[in-house]
């Protein structure tokens, strides 16, 4: 089984809508990292928790982290067009600051 | 101010032969990380440069080597390549500071395909 669980795996919504993409690890997480890639290219970075409870937003994406769950959920209000393409996140698990365990990725498709 | 940038970006081989893939940090990063990701998968751990010297492993043969330089620009290396070996090769980069982690930037990887 992965480290790093994404669900769900992929996500069609209509304009407008609200998402949540959640990400559970398996084990303690001593950060944890969101990206955006479009299809073959690199990782945008979003966000970067590392404190249980914490909750960071930009635009209208928001990501929390709850420590004792193992998990974080990024939500995203409104959804536009610009929104696609697949969300990653990535964890920090053995505390060293240097490999990152990557989820499978969510999928999402913004319908106009 | 310039990104993560890497060369080439695409690249084809046959298998048995060798590739080297470039990568330019972020300005002002130091630290290097090679990761392999193949289709519908999330990136996978390959590598981490800093001052010059292999910091962290991941679980990946001694086929797969690298190098960091003084300037912090870094080489990944794979020996006798393999169909397997097929995938987009992604390089990021962070600064290393004590004590506080900081996210690592990509750049838009390497497509590397194996005949």
């Known amino acids: 089984s992965q480290e790093l669980e994404q669900s769900p795996q992929s996500l069609i919504v209509q304009e407008g809508k609200n998402l949540t993409i959640n990400c559970t690890s398996s084990?303690?997480?001593?950060?944890l990292y969101w990206y955006k890639q479009k299809y073959g290219e690199g990782l945008i970075f979003l966000m970067m928790?590392?404190?249980?409870?914490e909750e960071k937003s930009h635009e209208k994406i928001t990501a929390k982290l709850d420590e004792k769950k193992q998990q974080s959920s990024l939500h995203i209000t409104a959804s536009q067009p610009s929104h696609a393409g697949i969300y990653l996140c990535?964890?920090?698990?053995?505390?060293?600051?240097?490999?990152?365990?990557f989820g499978q990725g969510t999928e999402l498709s913004v319908k106009p | 101010d310039a990104g993560v940038t890497q060369s080439p970006t695409h690249l084809i081989k046959t298998r048995g032969q060798q590739v080297t893939l470039r990568c330019s940090p972020k300005?002002?990063?130091?630290?290097v990380s090679w990761y392999q990701q193949a289709l519908g998968q999330g990136p996978q751990f390959i590598f981490q440069?800093?001052?010059?010297?292999?910091?962290q492993r991941g679980n990946f043969p001694d086929r797969f080597s690298g190098h960091q330089f003084p300037n912090y620009s870094s080489e990944l290396n794979v020996n006798a390549l393999l169909l397997g070996d097929s995938a987009l090769y992604l390089c990021?980069?962070?600064?290393?500071?004590?004590?506080?982690?900081?996210?690592?930037?990509f750049g838009d990887g390497t497509r590397l395909s194996i005949l």
């Open positions: 990021a980069s962070t600064i290393t500071l004590p004590g506080s982690n900081q996210p690592q930037h």
């Open positions: 084990k303690t997480l001593y950060g």
């Open positions: 928790l590392q404190k249980g409870g």
């Open positions: 990535g964890a920090d698990m053995n505390n060293q600051g240097g490999k990152l365990i």
């Open positions: 300005s002002g990063h130091d630290t």
């Open positions: 440069y800093y001052e010059e010297e292999e910091r």
